[in-house]
Structure formats: C-alpha cells, structure tokens
C-alpha cells in the first residue's frame, strides 16, 4: 500500500512538473513570436534605384522612406537610420520595396569616385590653396561658392571679378572622397591632409567639384584665363542671388 502511495505522489510531482515547463515553453515561444511580430522601422526603396546615387540624393529625392516591418522579415543589416550610410553611395542596385541593408552601400573611395558623381554631371579638380581653398578646411560633400577674377583684356576690357557658380558641391578634396572608416585615425584636419609635414604642407592642393558640362566650361576657362576663388557656404545654404560683378570702378559701390 505504501508504495502505491509512493507512486501515486511522484506521478503526481511528474505531471506538475510536465505541466509547469509546457506552460513555461509556452509562455517562452508565445513571448518569442509576439517579440519578433513586432514593427521595427527600416528604410525602404521607394522605387528602383541604380548604383551609384548618394545617400544625400536619395534622402533629398525621398527615394528611401521608413517603413514598419514585423521583426521576423527585417533582413541583415537592415538600415533605420539615414546616419548610418550619410557620405555612402549605392554600390549595387535596389529594387522598389527591398530593404536598405549596410552591405548595399560604400565608401566612394571603396567604390570609385564615379559613384559620388550625380546623374548628368562631370567631376572636375582645379588647384587649391590655404587661402583660395577655405583655409583647407574644406571637406567632400561641403557646398561651396565659385568666384573669378579676370585681369584687363588686350581690347581694353577692365578687371572684373564676378560669381561665377553661385553654388557647386564638393566631391573630393585632395584624395579624400569622404570619411573613411578604416583610415579615419590617419586623416589630419578633418580628412583633408595626408600624414606628416607642418601645417602648410598638410592643405590639400586640389578640389574636384560635381558640375554640369556648361558649368565646367566655365570654371575651366575662368582657370586658365584669371584667378579662380571658393568660398563656403553653410550646411543649410540655399542658392544666394546673382551679383552684377565688381570692377575697379565699382568695387567701393
């Protein structure tokens, strides 16, 4: 009778136990698929975007918008911040509704300049200085403005100086195309020098713009026939209204 009793009483202490830990999956697999049913927002293409579009573009042209997405489906690497691809470029084409995952985006100078450059413009490099370059504190992606100065014509033209881009971008400034993760402890100034040198020797000598094929005619003629000057303009800067040019005449005007 004893260990029938014996029996029955750990038959029982089995089953509760059987019990406690079917209710304890449960609870555990029931708290697993509400955790990954719930929205988390990433980044979305809007439509199909080619390679090589910036980051900029596709915040400036909404070609990426934020999207609720069960946890369940949010792909590897998936993207929920603009800040994590800023200065990137397509590496490889996305398609309308993918996701916008980290590995779908590079460096430029991982991925070429060609990919920083914008649908129907040209890249261009002129010669910079501490002075005429901003102090060499100019960085890729800045905004900057472009003015000329041309000395008198062999006709009796009087010098003028004039703006000739109100408003141009700034893809490189010397071989720097943007923050580069790897070599981010080596740059000096912001990226804008290589190691080494003092301070002069460390201001980049040349700038290379993003222009249209008529703007480049301009800045490669106002080059080579007078002095070219940059001046930059604020991260917010919208385009600033046309000068009528300074001459000798006007200049105190």
């Known amino acids: 009778?004893?260990?029938?009793?014996?029996?029955?009483?750990?038959?029982?202490?089995?089953?509760?136990?059987?019990t406690f830990f079917a209710i304890r999956y449960l609870n555990s697999a029931t708290?697993?698929?509400?955790?990954?049913?719930?929205?988390?927002?990433?980044?979305?293409?809007?439509?199909?975007?080619?390679?090589?579009?910036?980051?900029?573009?596709?915040i400036e042209k909404e070609l990426i918008v934020i999207r609720?997405?069960?946890?369940?489906?949010?792909?590897?690497g998936a993207v929920s911040s603009v800040a994590s691809i800023q200065g990137q470029v397509v590496s490889s084409p996305l398609s309308e509704g993918e996701q916008v995952t980290l590995t779908r985006f590079q460096y430029p100078a991982q991925a070429g300049l060609s990919f920083g450059v914008p649908e129907g413009f040209v890249a261009v490099s002129i010669p910079s200085d501490a002075v005429k370059g901003v102090a060499g504190l100019l960085k890729p992606n800045d905004?900057?403005?472009?003015?000329?100065?041309?000395?008198?014509g062999p006709s009796g033209e009087e010098a003028l100086t004039?703006?000739?881009?109100?408003?141009?971008?700034?893809?490189?400034?010397?071989?720097?195309?943007?923050?580069?993760v790897?070599?981010?402890?080596d740059t000096v100034g912001g990226g804008l020098a290589d190691r080494g040198g003092n301070d002069q020797e460390q201001v980049a000598s040349t700038?290379?713009?993003?222009?249209?094929?008529?703007?480049?005619?301009?800045?490669?003629?106002?080059?080579?026939?007078?002095?070219v000057w940059l001046a930059l303009l604020p991260?917010?800067?919208t385009e600033l209204p046309a000068t009528a040019g300074r001459s000798l005449a006007s200049v105190y005007k």
């Open 68 to 76: 609720e997405i069960p946890r369940m489906y949010v792909s590897s």
């Open 31 to 58: 708290q697993r698929l509400e955790a990954e049913a719930q929205p988390v927002e990433v980044l979305v293409a809007a439509e199909d975007i080619p390679r090589g579009m910036s980051a900029e573009e596709l």
């Open 235 to 237: 991260a917010t800067a």
């Open 1 to 18: 009778m004893k260990s029938k009793v014996v029996i029955l009483v750990l038959a029982l202490v089995m089953g509760a136990l059987a």
């Open 143 to 152: 905004t900057v403005m472009v003015a000329a100065t041309f000395k008198p």
């Open 182 to 185: 790897a070599d981010e402890e």
């Open 162 to 180: 004039k703006i000739l881009l109100p408003k141009a971008r700034v893809l490189a400034v010397g071989s720097s195309v943007g923050v580069e």
């Open 207 to 227: 700038v290379t713009l993003a222009l249209t094929p008529a703007d480049l005619e301009k800045l490669v003629f106002a080059e080579e026939q007078g002095s």
